[in-house]
């Protein structure tokens, strides 16, 4: 298996703009996580689903990002407008459903965004 | 507040050492903690879980251990190599039902050959 594929793996973008990040998890995986991280606050989750339902968005930062899984092998993350404290890296993370609570995350090897 | 902190330093040791690395959390009570690896430029890679009302997890050279009085984990490298040279993030599983972590900043592992 290819793991969980991310793209763009970098994306420079100015103020204002749309930015869109993409992910494609492992085969038959159930959940499927977005995560931001900063240096300043570490690793932070922005919204996971289950089965293609968004379940937590609780850590979505504002209305500017919205979420979107269509199929089980396809999610975005969609910023509008960016601005630039939204510069990070933009993880995501996959994770079977069988084992109930105690599962491993895969995880992408992350979009790095810039926003001037 | 809710907090999780783990050592913002780097932690320099040398090969052959063993590497202890400390996560500490406050006004959680997670169901089970998870150990992750993050190479420069790459995602987290998953090491190590150990439950709630489990002691001590080993796996090769990795030893974890979860006190959920003192709410704390240690994560020990033994006989370690310049390749261990990482940064470490513990996450706590929340016991929600579903599979939400939630991550501390992580510690910098540094081996000198």
């Known amino acids: 298996d290819a793991g969980v594929i991310q793209s763009p793996r970098h994306e420079v973008t100015e103020m204002g703009q749309e930015v869109t990040l993409r992910c494609k998890p492992i085969s038959g995986h159930d959940y499927l996580f977005w995560y931001r991280q900063t240096m300043m606050r570490g690793l932070e989750l922005l919204i996971y689903?289950?089965?293609?339902?968004?379940?937590?968005d609780s850590g979505m930062p504002e209305d500017r990002f919205s979420a979107k899984m269509p199929n089980a092998s396809f999610s975005t993350l969609k910023i509008q407008p960016s601005e630039p404290r939204d510069s990070a890296v933009y993880f995501c993370a996959s994770s079977p459903g069988a084992g109930g609570l105690y599962n491993e995350q895969f995880f992408g090897p992350g979009t790095r965004l810039t926003v001037l | 507040s809710q907090k999780i902190e783990q050592n913002s330093e780097a932690l320099n040791i040398q090969e052959g050492k063993t590497a202890t690395l400390t996560c500490n959390y406050t006004n959680y009570s997670p169901a089970y903690l998870q150990w992750y690896r993050q190479d420069p430029g790459r995602g987290p890679v998953f090491l190590l879980l150990?439950?709630?009302?489990?002691k001590e997890k080993r796996k090769e050279r990795l030893k974890v251990t979860f006190d959920t009085t003192l709410k704390q984990s240690l994560f020990h490298i033994t006989a370690s190599q310049p390749a261990d040279s990482a940064t470490y993030l513990c996450?706590?599983?929340?016991?929600?039902?579903?599979?939400?972590?939630?991550f501390g900043t992580g510690t910098r592992l540094l081996v000198s050959p």
């Open positions: 150990i439950r709630e009302n489990e």
């Open positions: 996450a706590l599983g929340l016991n929600t039902g579903f599979q939400k972590l939630v």
């Open positions: 689903f289950n089965n293609n339902v968004p379940i937590d």
